[in-house]
């Protein structure tokens, strides 16, 4: 699979821009819209209405606020349509994500359009610099060519996590 990654500036200039095209055609069950429901720190699709089944929906879940706990920072996933304005669109999700946005971070996946956008708050960018979102790009689309949607989100986050850190270790040092 080849991929092609654009950095965009970012029209708040709050926000760093990381694209990411996915040059794969996606499963037929990966397109749909689904309506979302907030689970604690993360926010996942409604079971049968989207490309997940449930047990997919539990380790998405999971693995959220598994990142939320390590972080403290807020991860929401978005799965759909993004529009033409791809960025644009993902910045507004997180801007309408709830709670602190700054302390937040967004995953939006368009598997119909083939990109991958991550949007950090202004907080969030300080642990998480551009740099980290792109190698949790890199990881995601190794594993959307190879057909895993579930699996590609649960190693992003891993990563976001990892490069994150847990503030408490970070201020130690």
Known sequence: MSTSAAQRPSSSGDLPAMTQQLNRKPAPDQYGPSATKETG????????????????????????????????????????????????????????????T????????????????????????RRLPDRACALAVLSMTSRLGAGDLVGAIINGLRQLSDAAGHPARRNAH
């Open 41 to 100: 720190n993360s926010s996942v699709m409604e079971p049968g209405s989207g490309p997940f089944s449930y047990r997919d929906l539990a380790r998405l879940d999971e693995a959220l606020t598994m990142s939320a706990r390590e972080t403290g920072l807020r991860f929401t996933l978005y799965v759909g349509e993004l529009g033409t304005d791809t960025r644009a669109t993902a910045e507004e999700l997180h801007s309408r994500s709830g709670g602190d």
């Open 102 to 125: 700054s302390n937040s971070v967004l995953v939006a996946l368009s598997p119909g359009q083939r990109v991958l956008e991550i949007v950090t708050g202004t907080a969030a960018a």
